[in-house]
Nanobody, 121 residues
Framework: QVQLVESGGGLVQPGGSLRLSCAAS????????MAWYRQAPGQEREFVAL???????NHAASVKGRFSISRDSAKNTVLQQMNNLKPEDTAVYHC???????????????WGQGTQVTVSS
């Protein structure tokens, strides 16, 4: 059973920083892309950033220059450094990974439970 577990959320003042981490565990063959999404109360889940298995990254316009996604493939972990946080960044942040459980299997989309990030003075 594949699991994604996020950590690192919390309460921070505007202008502050947080670092999110997401680790994949269980039995699987490979991890392709890994990404972060977020969902604020009453809003749809939105894309934040992704990183491919070759290290190519893409960030949403709303976080570009403030957030940075990275990956430790040896530890099956994706990280997100979030700087200069704003109240509008408040949301539950979810980790996403495309994982193949066997060499011949079709990769499947997995989601973590989410970690709360609150930006408030």
């Amino acid at each position: 059973q594949v699991q994604l577990v996020e950590s690192g959320g919390g309460l921070v003042q505007p202008g502050g920083s947080l670092r999110l981490s997401c680790a994949a565990s269980g039995s699987f063959y490979s991890i392709n892309g890994m990404a972060w999404y977020r969902q604020a109360p009453g809003q749809e889940r939105e894309f934040v950033a992704l990183i491919t298995d070759t290290g190519t990254t893409n960030h949403a316009a709303s976080v570009k220059g403030r957030f940075s996604i990275s990956r430790d493939s040896a530890k099956n972990t994706v990280l997100q450094q979030m700087n200069n946080l704003k109240p509008e960044d408040t949301a539950v942040y979810h980790c996403n990974a495309v994982i193949a459980t066997r060499r011949s299997s079709t990769p499947f989309n997995y989601w973590g439970q989410g970690t709360q990030v609150t930006v408030s003075s």
